[in-house]
Protein backbone atom coordinates (compact mmCIF):
# COMPACT_ATOMS: atom_id res chain seq x y z
CA UNK A 1 0.00 0.00 0.00
CA UNK A 2 1.16 3.29 -1.01
CA UNK A 3 -0.52 6.92 0.13
CA UNK A 4 0.46 9.89 -2.14
CA UNK A 5 -0.23 13.98 -1.33
CA UNK A 6 0.48 16.11 -4.01
CA UNK A 7 1.31 20.33 -3.19
CA UNK A 8 2.14 22.83 -5.33
CA UNK A 9 -0.61 23.40 -7.08
CA UNK A 10 -2.30 27.42 -6.97
CA UNK A 11 -3.37 30.36 -9.35
CA UNK A 12 -0.68 31.62 -11.72
CA UNK A 13 -0.58 33.41 -14.48
CA UNK A 14 -0.03 32.38 -18.21
CA UNK A 15 3.47 32.21 -18.76
CA UNK A 16 4.73 31.31 -15.29
CA UNK A 17 6.19 28.46 -13.93
CA UNK A 18 4.99 25.93 -11.57
CA UNK A 19 6.60 23.32 -9.73
CA UNK A 20 4.17 20.40 -8.53
CA UNK A 21 5.11 17.96 -5.73
CA UNK A 22 4.11 14.45 -4.68
CA UNK A 23 4.97 13.18 -0.95
CA UNK A 24 4.80 9.07 -0.85
CA UNK A 25 4.35 7.14 2.00
CA UNK A 26 5.91 3.85 1.49
CA UNK A 27 9.31 2.21 2.24
CA UNK A 28 9.26 0.79 -1.27
CA UNK A 29 8.51 3.92 -2.81
CA UNK A 30 11.38 3.08 -5.38
CA UNK A 31 9.84 0.17 -6.93
CA UNK A 32 7.42 2.36 -8.09
CA UNK A 33 6.89 4.02 -11.85
CA UNK A 34 5.74 7.04 -10.78
CA UNK A 35 3.07 9.45 -13.43
CA UNK A 36 1.82 12.85 -13.22
CA UNK A 37 -1.67 13.00 -14.84
CA UNK A 38 -4.50 15.63 -15.25
CA UNK A 39 -8.32 15.87 -15.37
CA UNK A 40 -9.97 18.78 -16.53
CA UNK A 41 -13.22 19.67 -16.44
CA UNK A 42 -15.49 17.62 -18.53
CA UNK A 43 -12.28 15.90 -19.54
CA UNK A 44 -11.16 12.92 -19.10
CA UNK A 45 -7.93 12.28 -17.38
CA UNK A 46 -4.64 12.25 -19.17
CA UNK A 47 -1.18 11.72 -18.61
CA UNK A 48 0.97 14.41 -18.34
CA UNK A 49 4.57 12.17 -17.18
CA UNK A 50 5.62 9.45 -16.03
CA UNK A 51 9.06 8.39 -14.85
CA UNK A 52 10.94 4.83 -14.37
CA UNK A 53 11.85 3.80 -10.90
CA UNK A 54 15.45 4.93 -11.78
CA UNK A 55 14.24 7.98 -13.64
CA UNK A 56 16.16 6.03 -16.80
CA UNK A 57 13.14 6.61 -18.50
CA UNK A 58 10.41 9.45 -19.19
CA UNK A 59 7.42 9.94 -20.88
CA UNK A 60 6.12 13.28 -21.63
CA UNK A 61 2.56 14.19 -23.48
CA UNK A 62 3.09 16.46 -26.24
CA UNK A 63 0.95 18.89 -24.42
CA UNK A 64 3.71 18.87 -22.31
CA UNK A 65 6.46 18.51 -24.06
CA UNK A 66 9.04 21.25 -23.83
CA UNK A 67 7.77 22.74 -21.12
CA UNK A 68 7.81 19.99 -17.90
CA UNK A 69 10.11 18.07 -16.38
CA UNK A 70 9.66 15.35 -14.48
CA UNK A 71 11.86 14.12 -11.74
CA UNK A 72 11.90 12.01 -8.63
CA UNK A 73 14.31 11.46 -5.45
CA UNK A 74 13.99 8.17 -3.96
CA UNK A 75 15.70 8.89 -1.30
CA UNK A 76 12.86 11.16 -0.06
CA UNK A 77 9.85 9.63 -1.14
CA UNK A 78 9.26 12.59 -3.83
CA UNK A 79 7.98 12.82 -7.32
CA UNK A 80 8.27 16.21 -8.91
CA UNK A 81 6.41 18.06 -12.14
CA UNK A 82 7.91 21.10 -13.09
CA UNK A 83 6.30 23.24 -15.89
CA UNK A 84 7.07 26.16 -17.88
CA UNK A 85 5.27 28.65 -19.74
CA UNK A 86 1.84 27.73 -18.12
CA UNK A 87 -1.11 28.10 -20.58
CA UNK A 88 -4.53 28.41 -19.88
CA UNK A 89 -5.38 24.78 -21.07
CA UNK A 90 -2.92 23.61 -18.59
CA UNK A 91 -5.84 24.23 -15.91
CA UNK A 92 -6.65 20.93 -14.40
CA UNK A 93 -6.62 18.89 -11.09
CA UNK A 94 -3.56 17.46 -10.95
CA UNK A 95 -2.53 13.87 -9.84
CA UNK A 96 0.23 12.17 -8.81
CA UNK A 97 -0.23 8.45 -9.42
CA UNK A 98 2.10 5.07 -8.83
CA UNK A 99 2.56 1.93 -10.32
CA UNK A 100 3.48 -1.17 -9.52
CA UNK A 101 4.02 -2.68 -13.18
CA UNK A 102 5.70 -1.73 -15.86
CA UNK A 103 5.80 1.75 -16.71
CA UNK A 104 2.29 2.81 -18.78
CA UNK A 105 0.95 6.03 -20.24
CA UNK A 106 -2.98 5.40 -19.21
CA UNK A 107 -4.75 5.85 -16.15
CA UNK A 108 -5.44 1.89 -15.31
CA UNK A 109 -2.07 0.99 -15.56
CA UNK A 110 -1.52 2.72 -12.09
CA UNK A 111 -2.57 1.33 -8.67
CA UNK A 112 -2.26 4.69 -6.32
CA UNK A 113 -3.41 8.11 -6.80
CA UNK A 114 -2.79 11.02 -4.93
CA UNK A 115 -6.12 13.10 -3.95
CA UNK A 116 -5.15 15.76 -6.59
CA UNK A 117 -3.85 19.54 -6.37
CA UNK A 118 -5.74 22.15 -8.27
CA UNK A 119 -3.95 24.52 -11.25
CA UNK A 120 -5.27 27.05 -12.22
CA UNK A 121 -3.74 29.53 -15.05
CA UNK A 122 -5.09 32.89 -16.02
CA UNK A 123 -4.91 34.31 -19.25
Known amino acids: QIQLVEFGGGLVQAGDSLRLSCAASTRTFSQYVMGWFRQAPGKEREYVAVISWNSGTKYYSDSIQGRGTISRDNDKNMVYLEMNSLKPEDTAVYYC????????????????WGQGTQVTVSS
Open 97 to 112: AAASGSIGLRPNDYDY
